[in-house]
Every structure is written in structure tokens, then in C-alpha cells.
């Protein structure tokens, strides 16, 4: 079943063109990794998928489980499923995480017509998440992303994802500035959300986060598309030769 | 992204979220002819029936305020005040009874709509419980867990009551903080005002609930000129809350108000305030003005006075309640968090007056401008030559939500010692694209998310307030700024 389909889509920023004409299929359950250069498109594609408004979609199609997702606004697609890991986290001073979780949480339970989590539940679903990325209690007690350190900025966006238990997970370079221990926690938690019906797209620059969250899939994005799929045997072909040898 | 709404598009949709207090309550008045006069402040004394003092005090007052001006430093600008368009007392026309079940049924409908019990069940007091005077329009309706409190020695009432009841405490209090010439709305509420709420915390009493003032105006054309006096004795300690709303009118309504708080020797008082006043429509019609001279004396010793604030409502806001730091060691605070929006203009502040040595201040105050407001951040840090090895630390922040509105600083510091310490902060920020994106990415709607990034900037002053307070102020924040995305 197709969870995600992008057909010929172009994409651009104050007048700028950054994707042209990239198609890309993700069925229920796949892990499909996008690699490339830098400024080929790769975080744009991620944000154009969870809507962020400052980029314009001049042309294609987005569907998102049967639905066009351009009719639905960056909240609803969150509530739909959709979860971004961010690349570079941005800090809320003031605002605690279990506030912020909660208030996530709530606002899609009443999307679906659910009354909210009570406070018992809450706790523990936090308990249980947090383990998963091996977070350190305080995390959760500080403000949003406020004086995190890298890796703890990358384990909050992955215990975000736990907790909010999206279909479609977008992780925008979350292994870059990992250090390996850093890497292996991170990857485990995604691991254990891998089921039948989640899907992910791994943005990344390096093989070595392959190796731990296997892709079903692999791209070459160059250029504002796809140049390239194959196996996972693409990336380490990738990682060996470059991706000169796909250009032109 | 063409199905995102533009942020005006989104302002303009959501607009401001009704007034919630905006009703008005159909009670028959006793009133004053329209006007101010000797003849209507004597009228207004003899309904009180007053000692002759006070309405000599009162007189005294309005001779001074006869020769002085309306002050106009503030960034505030408004349409000039007819003095003699005002309606200075309104008192529902049935008496204030002793009796609980004699209080009328309309008032106490009121302040329940409003979320003021004013019944109270025959039990033992619990330490959640709030003692209330309500005040409707000139005059005080109730004033609850009296007899509770009068067990610690613990005197809450009306200032009419106090008046009447102990009057050489209240003469021997009265102006201390704020003489009535201090400045042109002080004289004013001190030849004119009606009622307010008294309270006296014997030595070294701690007051076992929190006690409260509920201001409501009612009455159209009327002003409200109440005046509170708090005084804690040596060692004592209480915390006091005020809350106030008013009906929606086009009129703009002046509320003059004086609160005088008396801190003793080794003695606390909070007072913390959630102003709600209207503040007009969208179109920047009607609303209270809002000119209040608020200060306290920490007389003794060790006295610690703290103002928390959290600034909504009002057209026009001219505030800056204040601490005069006379005895060693005392310690005052302001927190406030004042909100601006539409056509609000707000010009709060404080002022530390270092007199005593080794005396501490910390001034934290959280502007939040919106929509076409101005929002003024206005302070005195002055360390005495007396004032020795004194510190103060202020810091003003600003958040601007739009682009036509306005934030703007006017800090006065001036030290006549050597060996005090002064630190002055300020910051202006934004609420960034960036972060709205990464709330709505976790599900969070925009309004929400523009709420949670609000009471999270505010969050430092929010967390002063007394529990069910926060709660309200909470709300209060998320519902003055929907929709206004910057």
C-alpha cells in the first residue's frame, strides 16, 4: 500500500529553484534512505513534506494516504502522521517538555475526537519512551531544547517521535554530530518503531547510519530529483566511490 | 505554501477572542449628580458617614489637586478627561448586610458569573481557600472569612468598615505610602474615593489563606476610585491578590485607584494582581484607563515586599507599583508581565527607592506587544546615600508579535553611593517562524503554539502567582494574543 507518493514535484524559495520535478514512491513499512551533496534539496524535500510555508510548490503532486496533503495545513499533517526529526532543533525557552508533549499529545487525541491523556497515562508513556532513547530524567523537566547538547537534541526528537507514534517519520541528518554511542541509541529507537505499517525517510550524508537502520530503499538526490535508486548496496557504493558517478 | 493562510489572513480571522466579563449588571443605583465639587465630596463623605477628619483629608486633597495637572510623560495618548463628566459614586441601592443571605441575590450572581464565591460553608478554614471583599462599582457587597480571621487577630474588611470600626489604625496609616498630593490621580482618588479593602495582620501572625480584593465596575459614566491599605506588623506575613473586570462599553471609564501597603520589621507581603480590566474593541474604542499609584513602605528592619503583576486588560495602563526600601536589609521585587494588543497602550513599571543599608531589589518585567499597541517598560532604581553595600537587578525583556506595534524602555537609574551594585538587562525578540514550524510540526495549532511560546517567555513572572491565579493568568495570556502572529 502506498503510504507516500511525489509526483514531479517543483518546489521553490524566494524565486529560487531547489526541486525539480522529483517523484518518489514509500509504501507501508519501508525505510527509504536519501542521500546526496549538500544544497542538492534533501532538507527542503523534508520540510515541503511537513509544509513549512516559506517554501512554494509551483508545481506536482504530494499524496499522503490517498489524500492531498498540500489541502492540509503543517499542524493536521502532524496529527495525520507525519513527524519531522529536525536537523537543527530550535530551543522554546520557558517551555517545559512534559508541557510541550502534552499539549502535542492532547491536540491530537481531540483531533480524532479522543478526550486527553490523563496525567497517570502520560507518565508512564513518558517513562516508557524515554528508556527507548535512554534519556536522562532531567531532559524532560528542562525547557524545550533549551541548552541541550547536540546528541541531546537528536534523542529529544527521537523520544518525540516515540511518543507521538507517526506513520511517516522524516529524519533530516539526525546522525550528523553523533558520536557512535550516540548513534547506536538513536538508531536503536528508531529500530523498535519500525512495524508492518510505519514508513521513513532517512536524510543523510554517510553510509555508517545505514548500517544501523537498514533502508529498504536507497536515492541520489542531485540536482532537485532522484537520480538514482537502488538496494542498500547503492549506498555503499556511495561511500566508496562518490556520487560523481552519477552526475551528468 | 499556496494552502497555508498568510499571518494577516490568520489575524484577521481569529481577531480577539470576546471579552468574557463584558456583561453588564441591571441593579438600581444610588448615585451622585455627575461632576466633581466640595459639595459632591462632602455628599460622598456624609453617605459614608464619615469622622470629620477624614472628610478634612478628603477636602485637603481636592484643594491640592485643583492645582495640579494632568501628567503626560507617560507613552500614553488619549482623548483629555472631562472631570466634570464623571459619575464619582454608584452604590447598588441595597444596603451591605451582615448577613450572608441578605446580600442581593443580583450582586452575588454576579461575582459568582465571575468566578468570586462570596458564600461561604460553616467549616474549618482551609489553607486553599480565598477571603474575598468584593467591590461593586463605589462600594464593598462582602467581605468573607472574617470571623475565621478575626480568631488570629486578622482585621479584612471594607475601607468603610475600617473607618468606622478602627479608625486609629486606619488614621494612623492612611497616606503613609501615598501622600495625597504625590501626584494628580493620587489627590484625585484621595478627595473622591469610595471604598476598597482594609486589612491588618497583627504581630507576628502568619495569615492562614490568601486574601483578596475583587474590583468590578458596573455602572456606566462612573469612575472607580477605591483605595486599599495593607499593613503588616512586625513579623507578620500575608498574600494578597486583586483582580478587577468591567463591563464592555464604547465609553472610556476611569479607574483611579491607590493601594498603600505598610511593611513592618522582620514582615512579608505579596501582592500579586491579574488585570483584566476591558480593553476596548479591536478598533481601539472604549475601555478603562487605568491610573493607579500603588507603593509600599518596607519600614522595618528585614521587610520584604513583592508586586506581581500580570497586565491584560485596560485601554490605557499608567502604573508602577513601587517599594520604598527605608528599613536595613529589606528586600523588595516586581515581576510583571503586561500585554498589549490592538489599541492598548501600556506604560508600567516600578520603582526601587533604596534608603536602608544592605536593602535588595529585582525588577523583572516581561512586555509582550500585538497588534497596533505600544507597550512602555518605565523604571527608578535610586540607592540613597545611606543605602550602602545595596543591590539591584533588573531586567527587561520585550516580545513583539507583528510588525506594527511597538516596545520601548525608559530605565532612570542614579546612585548617591559608592559601594551599591546596579545591573540593568534588557532584550527585544520575536517569536520566530522557526519555532511556530517546529510546534505545528508536533501537532501543536498555531494559536496554541503562539500561546505556549507566550506563557513560556512570561513563564519566570507567571510562576509568582499564587496556583489558581497562575492558572487564570495562563488562559488570560493565550486569549489576549490569539491570533496574532508575528
Request: charged fraction near 25%.
Amino acid at each position: 500500500m502506498k503510504l507516500l507518493e511525489i509526483k514531479n514535484l517543483w518546489v521553490s524559495i524566494n524565486g529560487k529553484q531547489i526541486l525539480k520535478g522529483l517523484s518518489l514512491d514509500i509504501n507501508a513499512g519501508e525505510v527509504h534512505a536519501v542521500m546526496g551533496p549538500n544544497g542538492t534539496g534533501k532538507s527542503t524535500l523534508a520540510s515541503v513534506i511537513a509544509g513549512r510555508s516559506i517554501f512554494n510548490i509551483d508545481e506536482g503532486e504530494l499524496i499522503y494516504k490517498g489524500k492531498d496533503l498540500t489541502k492540509l495545513s503543517v499542524d493536521e499533517r502532524a496529527k495525520e502522521g507525519i513527524f519531522l526529526s529536525f536537523q537543527y532543533p530550535v530551543e522554546i525557552p520557558g517551555v517545559s517538555m512534559v508541557n510541550f508533549m502534552r499539549n502535542a499529545i492532547d491536540e491530537k487525541r481531540k483531533y480524532f475526537g479522543q478526550d486527553p491523556i490523563s496525567m497517570h497515562e502520560f507518565i508512564n508513556l513518558m517513562e516508557e519512551k524515554k528508556r527507548l532513547v535512554e534519556m536522562k530524567d532531567t531532559l524532560t523537566q528542562r525547557s524545550v531544547n533549551e541548552g541541550f547538547s547536540g546528541g541531546e537534541k537528536k534523542k529529544n526528537e527521537i523520544f518525540q517521535m516515540a511518543m507521538l507514534e507517526p506513520q511517516l517519520s522524516i529524519l533530516d541528518e539526525t546522525d550528523s554530530g553523533l558520536d557512535i554511542d550516540a548513534l547506536r541509541i538513536v538508531s536503536n529507537g528508531v529500530n523498535k518503531l519500525r512495524t508492518p505499517d510505519n514508513s521513513f525517510i532517512v536524510i543523510t550524508h554517510y553510509q555508517r547510519l545505514l548500517n544501523y537502520i537498514v533502508p529498504d530503499v536507497v536515492h541520489v538526490l542531485y540536482d532537485g530529483k532522484i537520480i538514482k535508486s537502488g538496494s542498500k548496496e547503492l549506498a555503499m557504493e556511495l561511500e566508496k566511490d562518490g556520487y560523481e558517478q552519477f552526475i551528468k | 505554501m499556496n494552502n497555508e493562510k498568510s499571518d494577516n489572513q490568520i489575524v484577521s480571522e481569529i481577531a480577539n477572542a470576546e471579552y468574557k466579563y463584558g456583561f453588564v449588571t441591571d441593579i438600581e443605583a444610588d448615585v451622585v449628580p455627575k461632576g466633581l465639587n466640595e459639595d459632591i465630596i462632602r455628599m460622598i463623605s456624609a453617605k459614608k458617614e464619615e469622622p470629620e477628619w477624614l472628610l478634612e483629608f478628603r477636602l485637603n486633597a481636592y484643594r491640592k489637586w485643583l492645582t495640579m495637572k494632568e501628567p503626560h510623560w507617560g507613552h500614553v495618548d488619549y482623548e483629555p478627561i472631562d472631570y466634570q463628566d464623571i459619575i464619582y459614586y454608584s452604590a447598588p441601592k441595597k444596603k451591605k448586610q451582615t448577613n450572608f443571605d441578605e446580600v442581593d441575590p443580583e450582586l452575588l450572581s454576579t461575582f459568582n458569573k465571575l468566578g468570586i464565591p462570596l458564600d461561604e460553608q460553616k467549616r474549618l478554614v482551609n489553607s486553599s481557600d480565598v477571603a474575598y471583599d468584593a467591590v461593586f462599582d463605589s462600594v464593598s457587597v462582602k467581605t468573607t472569612f472574617q470571623d475565621t480571621l478575626g480568631k488570629y487577630g486578622i482585621i479584612f474588611c471594607s475601607f468603610s468598615e475600617a473607618v468606622k470600626n478602627h479608625p486609629d489604625l486606619v488614621r494612623q496609616y492612611l497616606s503613609t505610602a501615598v501622600p495625597p498630593d504625590d501626584n494628580f490621580f493620587a489627590a484625585l482618588n484621595s478627595a473622591v474615593f469610595s471604598d476598597g479593602s482594609f486589612c491588618y495582620i497583627p504581630k507576628g501572625v502568619t495569615c492562614p489563606i490568601e486574601l483578596s480584593t475583587y474590583f468590578r465596575i458596573n455602572a456606566a459614566q462612573t469612575g472607580q476610585f477605591e483605595r486599599t491599605l495593607i499593613i503588616a506588623d512586625v513579623g507578620a506575613s500575608v498574600r494578597y491578590m486583586e483582580g478587577c473586570t468591567a463591563p464592555q462599553r464604547d465609553e472610556n471609564q476611569l479607574h483611579a485607584a491607590i493601594v498603600e501597603i505598610i511593611v513592618m520589621k522582620d514582615a512579608e507581603v505579596k501582592y500579586s494582581t491579574v488585570q483584566n480590566w476591558y480593553p476596548g474593541d479591536k478598533e481601539g474604542k472604549g475601555g478603562i484607563y487605568n491610573f493607579v499609584t500603588k507603593r509600599g513602605v518596607c519600614k522595618g528592619d528585614n521587610a520584604k515586599l513583592s508586586w506581581v503583576q500580570v497586565e491584560t486588560g485596560s485601554a490605557r495602563t499608567w502604573k508602577y507599583p513601587s517599594c520604598i526600601l527605608q528599613g536595613d536589609n529589606s528586600v523588595g521585587e516586581f515581576y510583571s508581565v503586561a500585554v498589549t494588543n490592538n489599541y492598548q497602550q501600556a506604560d508600567t513599571g516600578t520603582k526601587m527607592i533604596h534608603i536602608g543599608k544592605n536593602t535588595k531589589s529585582t525588577i523583572i518585567s516581561k512586555g509582550i506587544s500585538a497588534g497596533y499597541s505600544d507597550n512602555s517598560y518605565r523604571g527608578r532604581v535610586f540607592m540613597a546615600k545611606g543605602a550602602t553595600n545595596s543591590r539591584n537587578y533588573s531586567q527587561c525583556d520585550s516580545l513583539l508579535l507583528g510588525d506594527k506595534c511597538g516596545a520601548h524602555t525608559y530605565p532612570n537609574i542614579q546612585a548617591e553611593n559608592d559601594s551599591s551594585v546596579i545591573e540593568h538587562e534588557a532584550t527585544t525578540s520575536r517569536i520566530s517562524e522557526e519555532q511556530l514550524f517546529y510546534c505545528q510540526q508536533r501537532g501543536i495549532s498555531i494559536e496554541k503554539a503562539i500561546g505556549l511560546i507566550v506563557n513560556g517567555y512570561a513563564n519566570e513572572v507567571l510562576n509568582r502567582l499564587p496556583m489558581e491565579f497562575a492558572v487564570e493568568a495562563k488562559k488570560l495570556l493565550a486569549v489576549s494574543l490569539e491570533g496574532t502572529v508575528g
